[in-house]
C-alpha cells in the first residue's frame, strides 16, 4: 500500500492562525485616547514697546560749581545716594549766620517772658520777641533747605547713565547732568482694537517676547487702561507692567504682546482623530463591546496639532486617531491607548 504523506506544520504556522483568530474574534487593533480637558487661552496679539518703571533727567535747582561728582557712570545706586555735591560754602556761612539769629531771639524772648513773670515787662514785648523767633527759626529752616539742595541725591533706586558735566563746571538752575533710570520691572505700552475695550481691566494677563530674549516668554499685568479711544486708529493705549529682575530687558524694546482676554476648560483632541465630511466634522468613539460609533462635533479654537470640540464629545470618552479608513460604524476594535491611559472599566468587558 502506498504510504501517506505526512505534513509537517512548523510554530510560525501555529502563531499565525492564533493571532488570525484573536483578530477576527476582538476586530482589528485601533490606536485611541481617552478624551481629556485642557485650559485653554484667547488671546489678543499686539506689538508694544517697553518703558523704564521710572526714568528722569536729574538737574540742580540752584545754580554753583560742581565740587564732586560720587558716582560711577552706568552704576546702581539707591534712593538717597548722593551724586553731585556743588559747592555750598556761601550757603553754610548763611546757615550759620541765620541760626546765630535763632539764639539771640531765643534769648531775647526767655528774657521778655521772665520780666513778664515779675511784672516788670509787658506782654506786647514778650509777644514780640516771640515773632521775631519765629521769623528767624524760619530763615534758618530756608537757609539749610538751600543748603542741602546743593547735594543732589537719587530720589528713588536704579542705574546711572553718562554724566553730561564735569568736576569744576559750573551749573545753572535745571541744566541736564546725569540720566537715572529705574529698570527693576519695565512699563509696557501696547494698543488693541476698541472691540475689546469691555474686557481691558487693569490684573489683565499678557506674555511677552522680545527678538533680544529667543525662545523666553515673559509674564506681565495690565496696570493702566487709557480713558479715550483713538479717534482715527480706533484702539485704546494699554500699560503693563513686566517683571526684570536681571535686568535683562531695558527701555526702547519692540515686544510681541498676547493679552489674555478668555480662559475655559474644554475637550481637546488631536487633529488626526477628526473625520471631515461634506463640510461637517466627526469623530470615531468607541462604544459597547469596543465598536465603533460615528459621532458628529462642533469645532472650536484650533492649537499646533490639536483643536477644540465644543460639542459632541464628553471627558473620558475614548476616541480613535488613526486608521480610520478601515473601520465603520458597528465593527469591533481591539483598542491600543496610545496615551498611557487605562481603558474604562465599563469598555473592558
Given at each position: 500500500?502506498?504510504?501517506?504523506?505526512?505534513?509537517?506544520?512548523?510554530?510560525?504556522?501555529?502563531?499565525?492562525?492564533?493571532?488570525?483568530?484573536?483578530?477576527?474574534?476582538?476586530?482589528?487593533?485601533?490606536?485611541?485616547?481617552?478624551?481629556?480637558?485642557?485650559?485653554?487661552d484667547?488671546?489678543?496679539?499686539?506689538?508694544?514697546?517697553?518703558?523704564?518703571?521710572?526714568?528722569?533727567?536729574?538737574?540742580?535747582e540752584?545754580?554753583?560749581?560742581?565740587?564732586?561728582?560720587?558716582?560711577?557712570?552706568?552704576?546702581?545706586?539707591?534712593?538717597?545716594?548722593?551724586?553731585?555735591?556743588?559747592?555750598?560754602?556761601?550757603?553754610?556761612?548763611?546757615?550759620?549766620?541765620?541760626?546765630?539769629?535763632?539764639?539771640?531771639?531765643?534769648?531775647?524772648?526767655?528774657?521778655?517772658?521772665?520780666?513778664?513773670?515779675?511784672?516788670?515787662?509787658?506782654?506786647?514785648?514778650?509777644?514780640?520777641?516771640?515773632?521775631?523767633?519765629?521769623?528767624?527759626?524760619?530763615?534758618?529752616?530756608?537757609a539749610?533747605?538751600?543748603?542741602?539742595?546743593?547735594?543732589?541725591?537719587?530720589?528713588?533706586?536704579?542705574?546711572?547713565?553718562?554724566?553730561?558735566?564735569?568736576?569744576?563746571?559750573?551749573?545753572?538752575?535745571?541744566?541736564?547732568?546725569?540720566?537715572?533710570?529705574d529698570?527693576?520691572?519695565?512699563?509696557?505700552?501696547?494698543?488693541?482694537?476698541?472691540?475689546?475695550?469691555?474686557?481691558?481691566?487693569?490684573?489683565?494677563?499678557?506674555?511677552?517676547?522680545?527678538?533680544?530674549?529667543?525662545?523666553?516668554?515673559?509674564?506681565?499685568?495690565?496696570?493702566?487702561?487709557?480713558?479715550?479711544?483713538?479717534?482715527?486708529?480706533?484702539n485704546?493705549?494699554?500699560?503693563?507692567?513686566?517683571?526684570?529682575?536681571?535686568?535683562?530687558?531695558?527701555?526702547?524694546?519692540?515686544?510681541?504682546?498676547?493679552?489674555?482676554?478668555?480662559?475655559?476648560e474644554?475637550?481637546?483632541?488631536?487633529?488626526?482623530?477628526?473625520?471631515?465630511?461634506?463640510?461637517?466634522?466627526?469623530?470615531?468613539?468607541?462604544?459597547?463591546?469596543?465598536?465603533?460609533?460615528?459621532?458628529p462635533?462642533?469645532?472650536?479654537?484650533?492649537?499646533?496639532?490639536?483643536?477644540?470640540?465644543?460639542?459632541?464629545?464628553?471627558?473620558?470618552?475614548?476616541?480613535?486617531?488613526?486608521?480610520?479608513?478601515?473601520?465603520?460604524?458597528?465593527?469591533?476594535?481591539?483598542?491600543?491607548?496610545?496615551?498611557?491611559?487605562?481603558?474604562?472599566?465599563?469598555?473592558?468587558?
Open positions: 500500500m502506498p504510504q501517506l504523506e505526512r505534513t509537517v506544520f512548523s510554530p510560525l504556522f501555529f502563531l499565525f492562525f492564533f493571532l488570525s483568530a484573536t483578530v477576527n474574534a476582538q476586530g482589528l487593533p485601533a490606536e485611541v485616547i481617552t478624551v481629556k480637558t485642557q485650559q485653554l484667547k488671546t489678543v496679539s499686539a506689538v508694544g514697546v517697553l518703558r523704564a518703571n521710572e526714568s528722569i533727567m536729574l538737574r540742580p540752584q545754580s554753583g560749581r560742581i565740587e564732586q561728582i560720587q558716582f560711577d557712570e552706568g552704576e546702581q545706586v539707591t534712593q538717597g545716594t548722593p551724586l553731585f555735591k556743588l559747592d555750598n560754602s556761601i550757603y553754610l556761612a548763611e546757615l550759620k549766620a541765620a541760626q546765630a539769629r535763632v539764639e539771640l531771639s531765643k534769648t531775647d524772648y526767655e528774657r521778655a517772658s521772665n520780666l513778664l513773670k515779675k511784672k516788670v515787662g509787658s506782654a506786647q514785648e514778650r509777644d514780640s520777641t516771640l515773632a521775631q523767633l519765629r521769623v528767624d527759626q524760619a530763615q534758618a529752616a530756608l539749610k533747605t538751600r543748603l542741602d539742595k546743593m547735594t543732589i541725591k537719587a530720589p528713588f533706586s536704579g542705574f546711572t547713565g553718562l554724566r553730561m558735566v564735569s568736576p569744576g563746571d559750573y551749573v545753572e538752575e535745571g541744566q541736564d547732568l546725569v540720566e537715572l533710570t529698570i527693576s520691572s519695565m512699563k509696557l505700552e501696547f494698543r488693541v482694537p476698541e472691540i475689546y475695550l469691555s474686557i481691558l481691566q487693569p490684573g489683565r494677563e499678557i506674555t511677552v517676547h522680545v527678538d533680544a530674549l529667543p525662545g523666553e516668554m515673559i509674564k506681565g499685568t495690565v496696570f493702566a487702561v487709557s480713558p479715550a479711544s483713538d479717534q482715527n486708529a480706533h485704546i493705549e494699554v500699560l503693563a507692567s513686566v517683571p526684570n529682575p536681571n535686568s535683562t530687558l531695558r527701555p526702547g524694546l519692540f515686544a510681541q504682546v498676547n493679552l489674555l482676554v478668555d480662559r475655559t474644554s475637550v481637546v483632541i488631536p487633529e488626526q482623530a477628526i473625520i471631515p465630511q461634506d463640510g461637517n466634522f466627526s469623530v470615531m468613539r468607541l462604544g459597547a463591546e469596543n465598536t465603533v460609533e460615528i459621532v462635533v462642533t469645532l472650536g479654537q484650533r492649537r499646533p496639532g490639536v483643536v477644540q470640540i465644543i460639542e459632541g464629545l464628553n471627558q473620558d470618552d475614548v476616541i480613535i486617531v488613526s486608521g480610520q479608513i478601515k473601520l465603520h460604524p458597528g465593527m469591533p476594535v481591539t483598542p491600543i491607548f496610545i496615551d498611557g491611559s487605562q481603558q474604562p472599566a465599563e469598555q473592558q468587558g
